[in-house]
């Protein structure tokens, strides 16, 4: 029967077939979308491994790198979206792996640890209530104990234990070697996570004075003159950038400080292996010592300093308005009451 231009469609009747057809569409991307996720996750650790492998060095045959940012980028990724992505660790493991050395046993080896060892902070860190707001000093904490140390031993652990089986690494050369890989990917997670994480939740602030602006940028330019200065003088200067660092945290807390610290490790970083500066004249281990050193102990002054200083002025908030609601409910009882001089004038001593 046809309808007129006037009739109604029944409760529960299909809808038209354009409204079908995007109905269809929608469900499709809908169960893509896990699929796309995953393998952008896959594009993004294979990339930022390369990005990693330009400064890498070679410890007992052995290819580490200082800085391995997809370790951290990999933590966030499992925080922010859920245990599902692990797949995208995994293969993009497995692409950089395998682009090093030939497909066997060992690269299987090795994606296995590099996978399991973000998918293990992880848990570790929602079992102890971890908050991706890092707005608690335990939330730092526990990054730096279980995301970054614990988590980082299994993938150490595993990495160089296939290097050693497979024959391509001396017995001698373990230890070296296992500590370079530990280090390497631990400062992953306490560079480039904290980095992700407050990148999620930042939002453009509104009405900020002028003069916050400039400093951030002052900030920013003094990160890098301080640091530049550092690696290029022969002199052990590079202390100098821990003021800075100060700065930066207690300034603009998390937001501040972790690019800050990223900016230090990068110059760093390249100053080391290129053995230029404060680094000249030492051997390769002495160079990755002194450089593990500071960028371990500015990655945890930034995030330690700024969780302090973040859950203490959500302190203050609180406080703050429990005497705004305090002073409603006196209003309310004795009006005028709260805005009245305390103590009396009579009562001044």
Do not use: H
């Not at 309808?3 to 409760?11: K, L």
């Not at 200065?229 to 400080?257: D, K, M, Y």
Request: proline content about 6%.
């Amino acid at each position: 029967m046809k309808r007129g231009p006037g009739a109604r469609v029944a409760v529960g009747a299909r809808p038209p077939a354009l409204s079908d057809g995007r109905v269809v569409r929608t469900e499709g991307l809908r169960r893509l979308a896990p699929a796309l996720t995953i393998l952008g996750l896959a594009g993004v650790y294979y990339g930022s491994a390369r990005i990693g492998l330009l400064e890498q060095v070679v410890i007992s045959g052995a290819v580490v790198t200082p800085l391995w940012p997809p370790t951290g980028i990999s933590l966030s990724c499992l925080l922010l979206l859920g245990l599902w992505t692990w797949p995208g660790i995994a293969l993009g493991a497995l692409a950089v792996v395998a682009t090093v050395s030939p497909l066997d046993l060992t690269v299987l080896g090795i994606m296995a640890g590099n996978t399991l060892a973000p998918v293990c902070a992880f848990l570790m860190l929602r079992r102890v209530g971890f908050r991706t707001a890092l707005d608690r000093l335990r939330d730092g904490v526990a990054l730096v104990a279980l995301g970054a140390f614990a988590g980082m031993l299994i993938s150490a652990t595993l990495g160089t234990g296939m290097l050693l089986l497979k024959g391509a690494l001396p017995g001698g050369g373990f230890w070296r070697t296992w500590v370079a890989w530990w280090v390497g990917d631990a400062m992953g997670i306490l560079v480039i996570t904290p980095l992700l994480l407050v990148c999620r939740s930042f939002r453009w602030p509104r009405g900020v004075p002028g003069y916050r602006w400039a400093e951030a940028a002052a900030l920013l330019v003094v990160t890098v003159a301080v640091t530049v200065i550092a690696i290029r003088s022969e002199l052990s200067l590079l202390f100098l950038v821990f003021p800075v660092i100060v700065w930066a945290a207690l300034r603009f807390q998390l937001a501040g400080a972790a690019p800050c610290v990223l900016l230090v490790s990068v110059l760093v970083i390249r100053a080391a292996t290129a053995r230029t500066g404060p680094f000249q004249g030492q051997s390769l281990l002495e160079a990755m010592v002194n450089l593990q050193a500071l960028n371990a102990s500015a990655a945890l002054t930034a995030l330690l300093l700024s969780a302090i200083v973040t859950e203490q002025n959500a302190i203050r908030r609180k406080v703050e308005q429990a005497c705004s609601e305090l002073a409603e409910v006196v209003d309310r009882l004795a009006p005028g009451e709260s805005r009245r001089r305390w103590p009396p004038d009579g009562d001044a001593t």
